[in-house]
């Protein structure tokens, strides 16, 4: 592989949108970001506000009481948005550029008051970057974690290239509360800061793998039981609350006990990877499709009519029938069919379980009526 196809593959991988999975995560923790972030500048306002009543003649004590009070307010609104429990795309993108970009505007306000020692090498505003950072490893998407590190790197280079070039003669004692300006202390803050943000991305990548192993079916790639229903019973109450349409289909491989004593349980699987592929391939990104057992799936069909998921089913269950599986290890292909039940929301049932133990029924109707159907309301 060259490096020019490496650097692709990293990049393709790097900007790809996280998985369903990890959505719900994601805004978990822009609420949590949100919360601390409140309760910081909450805390962070008292010392620029103390430090104004003890000296209001200080000019940097003013800068900061403006900048901390804003975003204060700023916060409080982002936490306001963050109670909502609706995931916002580009949300964790935006707090974030903003709790990097309003560091750097307190540090640039210090440079407009003549103030470049303040602005180069205060200890505080510095290290709020690396809580800055920190905080993106909690929306669980490398994306985050890269755009806001290169910013912070970026804007603090052009801070401390600022701060030097204002630096004036003598500065080790016009300036001596905060030291000499020391281009290669400058250097190895930037170098810290795209240190910290490589290891935010790592981290990120690995807590989403491990993440997504605890969430999804290793055979098939589907999501598992456990994350299926915590997402369904989610959709639910997001389709109560906005009035939104909400189908489940229940769906099962044909007499697959046949496969399994003729072929053996390794081709076995191997159908059940193949009509997994079927169900993935035949959905939206945003319905929700499971293994909820054995050779027993699940789809849930997001912000959708009846009408149109039990249109969606026929098209699988036309598609299954259709499909040459092959089977390495005997030298031939079989093929399989498909049964589904169907039921909505609200009309057949508001509560998750309710709604699954009906199209679970209706599943096995059609089982009893000959199979390779599907059977709505």
């Known amino acids: 592989m060259t490096r020019a196809s490496g650097i692709s593959i990293w990049w393709r991988r790097t900007w790809e949108a996280p998985d369903v999975a990890l959505l719900g995560a994601g805004v978990a923790g822009e609420l949590l970001v949100a919360r601390v972030r409140f309760v910081i500048c909450a805390a962070v306002v008292m010392v620029p506000l103390i430090n104004t009543v003890r000296d209001p003649q200080a000019s940097e004590n003013v800068t900061g009481l403006l900048f901390a009070s804003s975003t204060l307010v700023l916060g409080l609104w982002v936490y306001h948005v963050a109670l909502r429990g609706v995931r916002v795309p580009w949300l964790g993108f935006a707090t974030s550029i903003f709790d990097v970009t309003i560091i750097t505007l307190t540090q640039a306000a210090f440079l407009w008051q003549d103030l470049p020692g303040v602005a180069a090498n205060n200890r505080t505003t510095y290290a709020v970057y690396f809580v800055a950072l920190l905080g993106t490893c909690l929306r669980y998407d490398v994306r985050i974690c890269w755009v806001a590190g290169a910013l912070a790197t970026l804007q603090y280079a052009a801070i401390a290239a600022t701060a030097g070039a204002l630096w004036p003669e003598g500065g080790a004692f016009a300036f001596h509360d905060y030291g000499t300006f020391m281009a290669g202390d400058q250097i190895g803050r930037v170098i810290l800061l795209v240190a910290a943000t490589a290891m935010c991305a790592t981290i990120v990548r690995r807590a989403s793998h491990l993440r997504i192993s605890s ?32 189908a489940i289909a229940m769906l099962d491989i044909d007499h697959f006990k046949h496969v399994n004593d003729q072929f ?31 050779e027993e799936f699940a789809i849930a069909f997001i912000e959708t009519e009846p009408d149109e998921a039990l249109a969606k089913l026929e098209q699988v269950r ?3 029938a259709s499909l040459d599986i092959w089977l390495a290890q005997h030298g031939c292909t079989v093929r399989v069919t498909c049964t589904a039940g169907l039921t909505a929301f609200p009309d057949e049932g508001d509560v998750p379980h309710v709604l699954v133990d009906a199209a679970d029924r209706r599943l ?14």
């Open 264 to 294: 053996g349980h390794a081709s076995g699987d191997e159908v059940i990877r193949a009509f997994a592929g079927v169900l993935r391939d035949s959905v939206r990104r945003t319905d929700l499709v499971g293994r909820y057992g054995g």
């Open 364 to 377: 096995l109707s059609g089982k009893r009526a000959g199979r390779n159907r599907v059977i709505a309301a």
């Open 215 to 246: 969430t999804h079916d290793s055979l098939t790639g589907l999501y598992n039981r456990t994350f299926f229903d915590e997402r369904f019973g989610e959709e639910v109450l997001r389709a109560a609350r906005y009035r939104r349409p909400l």
């Open 318 to 320: 036309e598609a299954v």
